[in-house]
């Protein structure tokens, strides 16, 4: 797992196969927080959701690369409510 203080607020999450999952709102434990920008469709609408950093491959630049494709990587997805 890559150092999660390399993880910056507004970086780029993307899958090993280099298609955009999502953007860093922030590191929330052992996880990152997306953007609720980038889940506002459907019943995902008014959530953030979690990859767990165990996911992170490596940080490049401002992106977050991860050890799954990016199909697979949002199964690993954790929702939560947050009127934030």
Same mark, same amino acid.
């Given at each position: 797992?890559? &150092?999660?203080? +390399?993880?910056?607020? *507004?970086?780029?999450?993307? =899958? #090993?196969?280099?298609? @955009?999952?999502?953007?860093?709102d922030?590191?929330?434990? &052992?996880?990152? +927080?997306?953007?609720? *920008?980038?889940?506002?469709? =459907? #019943?995902?609408?008014? @959530?953030?959701?979690?990859?767990?950093?165990?996911?992170?491959?490596?940080?490049?630049?401002?992106?977050?690369?991860?050890?799954?494709?990016?199909?697979?990587?949002?199964?690993?997805?954790?929702?939560?409510?947050?009127?934030?």
């Amino acid at each position: 797992m890559t &150092d999660a203080a +390399k993880i910056r607020e *507004r970086m780029e999450v993307i =899958g #090993a196969d280099g298609v @955009h999952v999502g953007t860093v709102d922030k590191i929330d434990g &052992d996880r990152i +927080k997306l953007t609720k *920008r980038d889940s506002d469709e =459907g #019943a995902h609408r008014g @959530h953030h959701h979690f990859i767990p950093l165990s996911l992170v491959a490596e940080v490049e630049g401002q992106k977050v690369r991860l050890s799954a494709n990016s199909d697979v990587a949002v199964t690993f997805e954790e929702e939560k409510s947050d009127p934030t």
